[in-house]
Structure formats: structure tokens, C-alpha cells
């Protein structure tokens, strides 16, 4: 045995060379890029079971790894190495382990990228630090003289409760130096407080409401799920309004009764504060939340809360569903249909798709909520996979918007404009009677589209395939794919000709000029990504429209997400048919997810809304289905034509996109690929060709496409394939199975 190595680093404490008289050996895996779980001693004094976490050594490093399970035996015990130590924390469950490997085979990512998605938090596995804490001293005596700043301060911590010096900033809006500064005096006690997880004591029987009877069947129906404690998926199915997150709310209030864990999974954008207002009034308690915008210790004390079980409810983006929960009972995936689901790069997997999937391993109920159901779960649903629960009207008699499709063939908008004039009278119609519009268009920026009037040159990024897109505020053009910009230029830098550059098609910001034009009396307001950089000048912007200091809003998709605006009742949609182009399976699907999403925006209370959809294909399906708010004959149709074209979700698509800085090298790995490709009958392969976005961040991009029927194992055939083929270094590529992006 190699013993030299085991205490060369001179860390290795817990290990005493006869400890390994008959060496007991598991399988670990480390959370980095690679497949298999390996082979490493357990000392003696250790007590390791399965799904413990670990220190061990790899390479000259000492690493995190979790125990996979028994030893593989391929190598030699002689020159394995030692586990290192043991966390002291629950163990990971056999359920999460097992999840791990499902979607390791499944998305044919390495296994070990998948559990670094389920460590996602440094440092969690140490206990945290005391942290600074402050507590009233009841013993000094007040001074006659002081501050209000610190008069304020005391008379919050009177109370005697123990706070962090941040929470008392926050509640007497003073600076982090005045609450030392008192400490130094001796008018505050410090002490060490421990950070405790969030979410530990919801109060599940606190704000609940009296439901509908629909309401209070479909709620009946999802808490004997909870309580079965066996594996089933609900499609809740209602328009906006109707009182789904209420009723799954009864779900979650079931669950915590049990003494189980909640996840509820939102796509990020829709993580708003009303959304977190809403758990609180109901639980009163915050949830743990899961994003990517966490502090680091917010982060580590989620992480322990829910590996301990004490943290009870998870509101979070896709990522909270690879936490391992010592005890989960639920997951709801809200708004399901959403593609901000699917993660497209690292792991490239859909969480709506492998929430389904965690459920069934976990024996655990899923409720998959929108009033928009993507086609997969609504054809799940007709084919009896799912039970599909519906609400069928608004709560409280609040009634659906009137939709209609504005005609531009005949409907003409003036030259350089956009909004026509059924339009602006409608706007102008709700500005009289003092009520809001939302102008909807999802596009940021002033023009998508930049081009000299001379020569025809257009503004390209010069790291991807796309235009630049004005910004008015910013003066600049933007690339929305990697963030390129530059000032707009004075001359053409193809021609030379001066001043010739001309905005093309309208954004938000040009919107927002024509509005100005037509009603210089408003109040407007863009809202776009790009004009709440912060969650607070969001939360800001969101307070004006409720607070009716706004009266029409021009807003991408920021604007459509779970908002209410009790005034807002007239919607319009300025290109409706934006969504249709591009010639992706899903365009249609989406674009009536989202139109159906923006027009659940007008008329939430008792005032009836309106929408407008302008559109140039007034006879399409979509601006159909819309007007006659007929969804099921919709997606009817789209189902009838996906299974037509052997698409999915009657068939199985995988993605193959290479990358790399050297087109040469990138189009050879693409037609070494294709020449072995696969196909006959069940399975065929298009391309290699250019993908779409041909060139993103200055790397040049080929794609494969493969269509599979649904008898065919498509994970093992590409397995095979693509790793028969050699990739040189330089050179990614990238397996997406169920994708939704074809760029
Ligand atoms: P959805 O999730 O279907 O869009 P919500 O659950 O957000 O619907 O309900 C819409 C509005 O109606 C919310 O303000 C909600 O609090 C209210 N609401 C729904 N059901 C009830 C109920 N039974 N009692 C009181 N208010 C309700
Ligand atoms: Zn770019």
C-alpha cells in the first residue's frame, strides 16, 4: 500500500495506517464533470453509510463527494486512497441518489454534474458561523441626550429580541456604523446568534380562505394525494383568476400538517414579491427561496434547511428540484408550460419534465398549474396519464376579457408607426373613463433592426448571428445575445454616407414615443428588463401602476407574468404575430401562451377588460382560438398536425450542437458525425448544418437533429454515436434530448 501518499499532506488525521486491516471500500461521487463514482477506503473509525457526505482526496485536491454505494472493485484496494471525513449532516436520500443517476441517463450529462447541481451551495455542509448579534441592555441608562437615529434603534430592540445588525439597519433605516457605534457605548449587548434556515415554522392552518365548492373539490382532491403518500401528476388547469395558486396552496398547508416538505417551482421571472406576499399572508412565514440572485450565506442556510428537513417550503426556479430534501411531499410545478423551465446549458435538461420524474422515484404527488397547458401534459391529460383538475371560471365572478384581431391589411397604422387607429381609440377610451392600458410587444429597445438608407448595410454583432438593437436610452446598440454594444455611428461603415442610419421595426422604446404623440398627456411607462435592473426598481415600477400614477404601461413579457393590476383593463397586443416567425415546432403553442398570458392581465376585477390583437394573418388558428377563447380546439389542432409529422410529442428529438472558435475544425467534427449518423425507419438524422445562430459569442455552431420514434432507446443509440467520434479539445458538443430551442 501506497501509505506515503494517504499522509503526505499531512491533513489526513482521522486515518491510522491499521485501519485498513480488511478494508472496507465504497463508491464516491464528486461533483464535477465525470461519470462514474469511485472507489475509496472507509478508516475503521469511520461510520459511513450510503448518502453520507465526504471528504475525500482527488488528484493533490481534498473535495466534497457524496457515497454512491459499494465498492465498485475495479481497482486494487492496495492503491485506493482514503476517505478523508465524514460531514456531520443527514445523509443524502436514496430517492435523490437514485433521481441523480435517472437524469444523468437521461440527459446524458456526466453523473457528476448532476450532483453538483444538488450541492449548489459552497460551504453548506459546515455548520455556519456565529454571526454578530445584538440584544437591548436593559442594565445602562439611557442618556438624556441622543439621536433620533438611535432613539429609533432602541425602541425597536426594547422588545428584547436578539437581531442581527442588518435587520436592525433595515427596521430603523439607519447605517450598520450607528448600531456599532451603540454597541461600543454599551446601549446594545453583542452576542453570537446563529442564522437560523429559513421557512422552519409556516403556520398551515393561519390565512386560509373559504374556497369556491370547484375550488374546495380540486383541493380535496390534490391534499388526499399528499396524504396517499403514492406517486401521481394533476395537470390544475383553470384560466388566470381562477384561483389555482389558492387551491394548491391547500395542498402545501396538507403537506406541512404531515410534517413533510414542500417544493414550489416558479419560472424565475414569475419569483415576484407579490408572489412571496401571497405565501406569507397565507403561512405566515417566508418560504426558503431558491434563484440565482441569493447571497451566498442565503444560499448555504437553504441548503442545510432543507438537507436537515427543517426548512419546510422551497419557492424557487428550476434548479430547486435537484435540492436534496430530506423529506419531500409535494412539487408544483407553476406554470408548467413555461420554457424558462428548460436549462439549456450545463446540464441541458427540462425541470417540469424531471419533476414528473422525481415525484415517481420519491413516490410523491406533482401538480403541474397553468391556465395554458403545453401540449405534452395536455395530451398526457386526454390520454388519462394525468388527472386533470379544472377550475372553471375566475374567482369571484370576475369576468374574461372581450379579445378581438385588429385587421392591419385594412387597419392601416400611419407611416413609421405602429399602433393602428381601432387602437389608439381604445386606448384613448380608457384613459377617458381612468383606467389603464397595457401596450404589450415583447421586444426591448428602441428598433430591432438598424440599416443605412444609402447602401443597405445592416448592424450586425460581430460575435453572433444577429442584428444590434437600438436602445434610446442607452444611445447605443445592444446584441441581446452576448451583450456587445456600441454607440449608434454617424456614418455608414460600409458606404461612408453621413447620418443614413435608419431604425427598423418597432421596440418598447419607439412604442413609448408613438404613445407619447398620440396622448401627450398620459402618464407612460416602459417596462422592460432592461429598465428595472434591480428587483427593487422593479418592485418600485410595479408599486406606480398599482398605485395608479401610471396610466398605459409599454411592456415586454416582464409585464404578463403573474401580475394583478386591479385598473388596468384594456390590453393591447401590438404585434401579435411576432411569436409565429421563425419557424420553430413549438411557435405556435408558445405564441398562444403567451397572447393567452398578456390578455389575462386586462380586467381582473369586477371591471370587464378588453384586448386588441393586431395582427397581419387575422385568419390564423391562433388569432382564432384567441377571439373565440376556444383552447382546446387550439391545441387539438396542433396535435392532430404534430402527429401528422411523426413530431414530438408522438416522437423523440434530440439536439447535437458543436461549437468552437475555429469553423473548420467544428464543420469537420459535424461531418465526421453525419457520416455515422443514424438512420433508417424508426430513427433519422438531419444535417450536419450551419444552426441558425450559426456563430453566438464568437464561437461558430453546427447542429444535427435526430428524430426518433418512441420505441426507440435514443439515449443509447446517441451514446453509441456520438461517443464513437472524435472531438479534438477545442471543439464542444453539446447532446439536448427534448429540445426546445432549434437555434
Ligand atoms: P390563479 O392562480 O388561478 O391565477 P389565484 O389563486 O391567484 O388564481 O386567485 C386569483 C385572485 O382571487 C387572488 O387574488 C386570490 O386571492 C383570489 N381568490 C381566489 N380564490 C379565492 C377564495 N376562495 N377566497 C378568496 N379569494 C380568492
Ligand atoms: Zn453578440
Same mark, same amino acid.
Given at each position: 500500500?501506497?501509505?506515503?501518499?494517504?499522509?503526505?499532506?499531512?491533513?489526513?488525521?482521522?486515518?491510522?495506517?491499521?485501519?485498513?486491516?480488511? #478494508?472496507?471500500?465504497?463508491?464516491?461521487?464528486?461533483?464535477?464533470?465525470?461519470? #462514474?463514482?469511485?472507489?475509496?477506503?472507509?478508516?475503521?473509525?469511520?461510520?459511513?453509510?450510503?448518502?453520507?457526505?465526504?471528504?475525500?482526496?482527488?488528484?493533490?485536491?481534498?473535495?466534497?463527494?457524496?457515497?454512491?454505494?459499494?465498492?465498485?472493485?475495479?481497482?486494487?484496494?492496495?492503491?485506493?486512497?482514503?476517505?478523508?471525513?465524514?460531514?456531520?449532516?443527514?445523509?443524502?436520500?436514496?430517492?435523490?441518489?437514485?433521481?441523480?443517476?435517472?437524469?444523468?441517463?437521461?440527459?446524458?450529462?456526466?453523473? $457528476?454534474?448532476?450532483?453538483?447541481?444538488?450541492?449548489?451551495?459552497?460551504?453548506?455542509?459546515?455548520?455556519? #458561523?456565529?454571526?454578530?448579534?445584538?440584544?437591548?441592555?436593559?442594565?445602562?441608562?439611557?442618556?438624556?441626550?441622543?439621536?433620533?437615529? %438611535?432613539?429609533?434603534?432602541?425602541?425597536?430592540?426594547?422588545?428584547?429580541?436578539?437581531?442581527?445588525?442588518?435587520?436592525?439597519?433595515?427596521?430603523?433605516?439607519?447605517?450598520? *456604523?450607528?448600531? %456599532?457605534?451603540?454597541?461600543?457605548?454599551?446601549?446594545?449587548?453583542?452576542?453570537?446568534?446563529?442564522?437560523?434556515?429559513?421557512?422552519?415554522?409556516?403556520?398551515?392552518?393561519?390565512?386560509?380562505?373559504?374556497?369556491?365548492?370547484?375550488?374546495?373539490?380540486?383541493?380535496?382532491?390534490?391534499?388526499?394525494?399528499?396524504?396517499? $403518500?403514492?406517486?401521481?401528476?394533476?395537470?390544475?388547469?383553470?384560466?388566470?383568476?381562477?384561483?389555482?395558486?389558492?387551491?394548491?396552496?391547500?395542498?402545501?398547508?396538507?403537506?406541512?400538517?404531515?410534517?413533510? &416538505?414542500?417544493?414550489?417551482?416558479?419560472?424565475?421571472?414569475?419569483?415576484?414579491?407579490?408572489?412571496?406576499?401571497?405565501?406569507?399572508? %397565507?403561512?405566515?412565514?417566508?418560504?426558503?427561496?431558491? !434563484?440565482?440572485?441569493?447571497?451566498?450565506?442565503?444560499?448555504?442556510?437553504?441548503?442545510?434547511?432543507?438537507?436537515?428537513?427543517?426548512?419546510?417550503?422551497?419557492?424557487?426556479?428550476?434548479?430547486?428540484?435537484?435540492?436534496?430534501?430530506?423529506?419531500?411531499?409535494?412539487?408544483?410545478?407553476?406554470?408548467? !408550460?413555461?420554457?424558462?423551465?428548460?436549462?439549456?446549458? $450545463?446540464?441541458?435538461?427540462?425541470?417540469?419534465?424531471?419533476?414528473?420524474?422525481?415525484?415517481?422515484?420519491?413516490?410523491?404527488?406533482?401538480?403541474?398549474?397553468?391556465?395554458?397547458?403545453?401540449?405534452?401534459?395536455?395530451?398526457?391529460?386526454?390520454?388519462?396519464?394525468?388527472?386533470?383538475?379544472?377550475?372553471?371560471?375566475?374567482?369571484?365572478?370576475?369576468?374574461?376579457?372581450?379579445?378581438?384581431?385588429?385587421?392591419?391589411?385594412?387597419?392601416?397604422?400611419?407611416?413609421?408607426?405602429?399602433?393602428? #387607429?381601432?387602437?389608439?381609440?381604445?386606448?384613448?377610451?380608457?384613459?377617458?373613463?381612468?383606467?389603464?392600458?397595457?401596450?404589450?410587444?415583447?421586444?426591448?429597445?428602441? *428598433?430591432?433592426?438598424?440599416?443605412?438608407?444609402?447602401?443597405?448595410? %445592416?448592424?450586425?454583432?460581430?460575435?453572433?448571428?444577429?442584428?444590434?438593437?437600438?436602445?434610446?436610452?442607452?444611445?447605443?446598440?445592444?446584441?441581446?445575445?452576448?451583450?456587445?454594444?456600441?454607440?449608434?455611428?454617424?456614418?455608414?461603415?460600409?458606404?461612408?454616407?453621413?447620418?443614413?442610419?435608419?431604425?427598423?421595426?418597432? $421596440?418598447?422604446?419607439?412604442?413609448?414615443?408613438?404613445?407619447?404623440?398620440?396622448?401627450?398627456?398620459?402618464?407612460?411607462?416602459?417596462?422592460?428588463?432592461?429598465?428595472?435592473?434591480?428587483?427593487?426598481?422593479?418592485?418600485?415600477?410595479?408599486?406606480?401602476?398599482?398605485?395608479?400614477?401610471?396610466?398605459?404601461?409599454?411592456?415586454? &413579457?416582464?409585464?404578463?407574468?403573474? !401580475?394583478?393590476?386591479?385598473?388596468?383593463?384594456?390590453?393591447?397586443?401590438?404585434?401579435?404575430?411576432?411569436?409565429?416567425?421563425?419557424?420553430?415546432?413549438?411557435?405556435?403553442?408558445?405564441?398562444?401562451?403567451?397572447?393567452?398570458?398578456?390578455?389575462?392581465?386586462?380586467?381582473?376585477?369586477?371591471?370587464?377588460?378588453?384586448?386588441?390583437?393586431?395582427?397581419?394573418?387575422?385568419?390564423?388558428?391562433?388569432?382564432?382560438?384567441?377571439?373565440?377563447?376556444?383552447?382546446?380546439?387550439?391545441?387539438?389542432?396542433?396535435?392532430?398536425?404534430?402527429?401528422?409529422?411523426?413530431?414530438?410529442?408522438?416522437?423523440?428529438?434530440?439536439?447535437?450542437?458543436?461549437?468552437?472558435?475555429?469553423?473548420?475544425?467544428?464543420?469537420?467534427?459535424?461531418?465526421?458525425?453525419?457520416?455515422? *449518423?443514424?438512420?433508417?425507419? &424508426?430513427?433519422?438524422?438531419?444535417?450536419? *448544418?450551419?444552426?441558425?445562430?450559426?456563430?453566438?459569442?464568437?464561437?461558430?455552431?453546427?447542429?444535427?437533429?435526430?428524430?426518433?420514434?418512441?420505441?426507440?432507446?435514443?439515449?443509447?443509440?446517441?451514446?453509441?454515436?456520438?461517443?464513437?467520434?472524435?472531438?479534438?479539445?477545442?471543439?464542444?458538443?453539446?447532446?439536448?434530448?427534448?429540445?426546445?430551442?432549434?437555434?
Amino acid at each position: 500500500m501506497d501509505q506515503k501518499s494517504l499522509f503526505s499532506e499531512g491533513k489526513n488525521e482521522c486515518v491510522d495506517a491499521s485501519d485498513f486491516a480488511d #478494508k472496507n471500500v465504497m463508491r464516491i461521487l464528486v461533483p464535477y464533470p465525470m461519470d #462514474k463514482a469511485y472507489d475509496y477506503i472507509v478508516p475503521h473509525n469511520l461510520h459511513i453509510t450510503q448518502g453520507n457526505y465526504v471528504c475525500v482526496p482527488l488528484g493533490n485536491r481534498e473535495i466534497i463527494g457524496v457515497v454512491w454505494g459499494e465498492a465498485s472493485g475495479d481497482v486494487n484496494p492496495d492503491k485506493l486512497k482514503s476517505i478523508i471525513s465524514k460531514y456531520d449532516i443527514d445523509p443524502m436520500p436514496r430517492e435523490h441518489r437514485d433521481f441523480i443517476d435517472w437524469v444523468a441517463g437521461y440527459t446524458l450529462a456526466p453523473k $457528476g454534474l448532476v450532483l453538483k447541481m444538488a450541492l449548489s451551495a459552497r460551504g453548506g455542509l459546515n455548520p455556519p #458561523k456565529p454571526a454578530r448579534g445584538f440584544l437591548y441592555n436593559k442594565d445602562i441608562e439611557i442618556p438624556a441626550k441622543l439621536s433620533p437615529q %438611535r432613539r429609533k434603534v432602541l425602541d425597536i430592540m426594547s422588545d428584547g429580541k436578539t437581531r442581527i445588525a442588518s435587520e436592525i439597519a433595515d427596521l430603523a433605516s439607519v447605517s450598520a *456604523a450607528v448600531i %456599532r457605534g451603540m454597541a461600543d457605548k454599551g446601549l446594545l449587548d453583542e452576542v453570537g446568534v446563529f442564522n437560523p434556515a429559513p421557512c422552519i415554522y409556516p403556520e398551515y392552518e393561519n390565512g386560509a380562505v373559504d374556497l369556491s365548492e370547484d375550488q374546495q373539490m380540486v383541493a380535496d382532491e390534490l391534499c388526499d394525494d399528499v396524504s396517499s $403518500g403514492k406517486f401521481s401528476v394533476s395537470l390544475l388547469d383553470g384560466v388566470t383568476g381562477a384561483g389555482k395558486t389558492e387551491v394548491y396552496f391547500e395542498a402545501v398547508a396538507r403537506a406541512l400538517k404531515e410534517g413533510k &416538505q414542500a417544493v414550489i417551482l416558479l419560472p424565475e421571472i414569475a419569483l415576484s414579491n407579490a408572489f412571496l406576499e401571497r405565501f406569507k399572508a %397565507r403561512f405566515a412565514c417566508a418560504p426558503a427561496l431558491w !434563484h440565482s440572485h441569493l447571497t451566498p450565506a442565503q444560499r448555504k442556510s437553504a441548503w442545510r434547511g432543507v438537507v436537515s428537513g427543517d426548512t419546510r417550503v422551497v419557492v424557487g426556479a428550476r434548479s430547486a428540484l435537484f435540492l436534496p430534501y430530506k423529506n419531500l411531499g409535494l412539487i408544483i410545478v407553476d406554470e408548467e !408550460h413555461d420554457p424558462a423551465y428548460k436549462q439549456e446549458d $450545463g446540464v441541458i435538461y427540462n425541470a417540469r419534465d424531471m419533476a414528473v420524474v422525481r415525484g415517481s422515484i420519491g413516490k410523491i404527488p406533482v401538480v403541474l398549474v397553468s391556465a395554458t397547458p403545453s401540449l405534452e401534459t395536455m395530451i398526457n391529460a386526454w390520454d388519462g396519464r394525468y388527472k386533470h383538475l379544472v377550475l372553471q371560471s375566475r374567482y369571484g365572478g370576475a369576468i374574461l376579457p372581450d379579445i378581438s384581431v385588429v385587421d392591419l391589411r385594412i387597419d392601416k397604422p400611419d407611416r413609421q408607426c405602429f399602433l393602428s #387607429k381601432t387602437m389608439i381609440d381604445e386606448v384613448q377610451k380608457t384613459l377617458d373613463r381612468g383606467e389603464q392600458s397595457l401596450l404589450f410587444l415583447n421586444r426591448r429597445g428602441y *428598433a430591432p433592426l438598424t440599416l443605412c438608407r444609402t447602401c443597405g448595410h %445592416r448592424m450586425e454583432c460581430p460575435r453572433c448571428t444577429a442584428w444590434l438593437v437600438e436602445h434610446k436610452r442607452s444611445g447605443r446598440l445592444h446584441c441581446h445575445h452576448c451583450g456587445y454594444n456600441l454607440p449608434v455611428p454617424k456614418d455608414c461603415p460600409e458606404c461612408g454616407d453621413k447620418d443614413s442610419f435608419a431604425a427598423c421595426g418597432p $421596440g418598447v422604446e419607439r412604442i413609448f414615443e408613438e404613445a407619447k404623440v398620440n396622448f401627450p398627456d398620459a402618464r407612460i411607462m416602459i417596462l422592460a428588463s432592461d429598465m428595472a435592473a434591480t428587483n427593487e426598481d422593479m418592485k418600485a415600477m410595479l408599486g406606480e401602476i398599482i398605485a395608479g400614477e401610471v396610466d398605459i404601461i409599454v411592456g415586454t &413579457q416582464i409585464i404578463a407574468k403573474g !401580475h394583478h393590476f386591479p385598473n388596468l383593463t384594456f390590453v393591447g397586443v401590438v404585434d401579435a404575430d411576432l411569436g409565429l416567425k421563425g419557424g420553430d415546432l413549438r411557435a405556435a403553442e408558445r405564441s398562444y401562451q403567451v397572447l393567452h398570458q398578456v390578455a389575462g392581465r386586462a380586467g381582473r376585477e369586477q371591471k370587464k377588460g378588453k384586448v386588441l390583437l393586431q395582427s397581419w394573418m387575422p385568419d390564423h388558428r391562433i388569432m382564432k382560438a384567441m377571439a373565440g377563447c376556444d383552447r382546446d380546439e387550439f391545441l387539438g389542432v396542433e396535435a392532430a398536425e404534430r402527429e401528422a409529422a411523426n413530431m414530438p410529442p408522438y416522437s423523440r428529438l434530440a439536439g447535437i450542437i458543436i461549437s468552437g472558435r475555429d469553423e473548420a475544425i467544428v464543420k469537420s467534427v459535424g461531418v465526421s458525425l453525419g457520416r455515422t *449518423a443514424p438512420q433508417g425507419k &424508426q430513427i433519422q438524422t438531419l444535417g450536419p *448544418a450551419p444552426a441558425p445562430m450559426a456563430r453566438l459569442r464568437g464561437n461558430y455552431r453546427y447542429r444535427l437533429l435526430v428524430r426518433a420514434d418512441k420505441s426507440i432507446n435514443i439515449q443509447k443509440t446517441l451514446a453509441h454515436w456520438v461517443g464513437a467520434v472524435k472531438v479534438p479539445s477545442t471543439v464542444r458538443v453539446y447532446i439536448d434530448i427534448d429540445p426546445q430551442s432549434f437555434l
